[in-house]
T-cell receptor, first 111, second 115 residues
Framework: RKEVEQDPGPFNVPEGATVAFNCTYSNSASQSFFWYRQDCRKEPKLLMS???SGNEDGRFTAQLNRASQYISLLIRDSKLSDSATYLCVVNHKTSYDKVIFGPGTSLSVIP | DAGITQSPRHKVTETGTPVTLRCHQT?????MYWYRQDPGHGLRLIHYSYGVKDTDKGEVSDGYSVSRSKTEDFLLTLESATSSQTSVYFC??????????????FGPGTRLLVL
């Protein structure tokens, strides 16, 4: 089983739609969680950190469920500019701070 | 945007030749990383550095070596390139670890094709 799993998609949604991505992780000792965004042929960029209490940044809401070991990202009122691949990222301690990137979920927002 | 550059941005080489990729940062961040990204695998850590001359292996380090002689430069070397090393290589930097909320900033990537 992969350490971090995501539905690869693609998710094709119309403008204005709400879309949700889920991510599961296997290591219960994982300590911190993030969502990164990667545009086609570009580098990943941090979208938001994910806190235990859940957090919101404009149209984006991230949730963490430690008991079930999954993270979610909700995008409301989708824009064309939201089209990208969304990477779930999990960090836990081994001999170093091990950062594991999920394979990503592809989103296309359609006019 | 964080000041990270990678060179070259694109490279085509032949199997068996040595290749060196360079990552340069202007942020004075302590930690630097090399990842490779392949379809279906996500980003996988090759090597990382936690200071000048301090480096360690990541999960896919076989066939790669690194060096960091200055804070701002982190070099990745493929001693004898193989076709399985065809990939997109990203360098990343961060200024803290172990605090649970560190952010990694990525360079623009190097596309390497090994024929």
């Amino acid at each position: 089983r992969k350490e971090v799993e995501q539905d690869p998609g693609p998710f094709n949604v119309p403008e204005g739609a709400t879309v949700a991505f889920n991510c599961t992780y296997s290591n219960s000792a994982s300590q911190s969680f993030f969502w990164y965004r990667q545009d086609c042929r570009k580098e990943p960029k941090l979208l938001m950190s994910v806190y235990s209490s859940g957090n919101e940044d404009g149209r984006f809401t991230a949730q963490l469920n430690r008991a079930s070991q999954y993270i979610s990202l909700l995008i409301r009122d989708s824009k064309l500019s939201d089209s990208a691949t969304y990477l779930c990222v999990v960090n836990h301690k081994t001999s170093y701070d091990k950062v594991i990137f999920g394979p990503g979920t592809s989103l296309s927002v359609i006019p | 945007d964080a000041g990270i550059t990678q060179s070259p941005r694109h490279k085509v080489t032949e199997t068996g030749t040595p290749v060196t990729l360079r990552c340069h940062q202007t942020e004075n961040h302590r930690y630097m990383y090399w990842y490779r990204q392949d379809p279906g695998h996500g980003l996988r850590l090759i090597h990382y550095s936690y200071g000048v001359k301090d480096t360690d292996k990541g999960e896919v380090s076989d066939g790669y070596s690194v060096s960091r002689s200055k804070t701002e430069d982190f070099l990745l070397t493929l001693e004898s390139a193989t076709s399985s090393q065809t990939s997109v290589y990203f360098c990343a930097i961060s200024d803290q670890q172990g605090l649970g909320q560190e952010t990694q900033y990525f360079g623009p990537g190097t596309r390497l094709l090994v024929l």
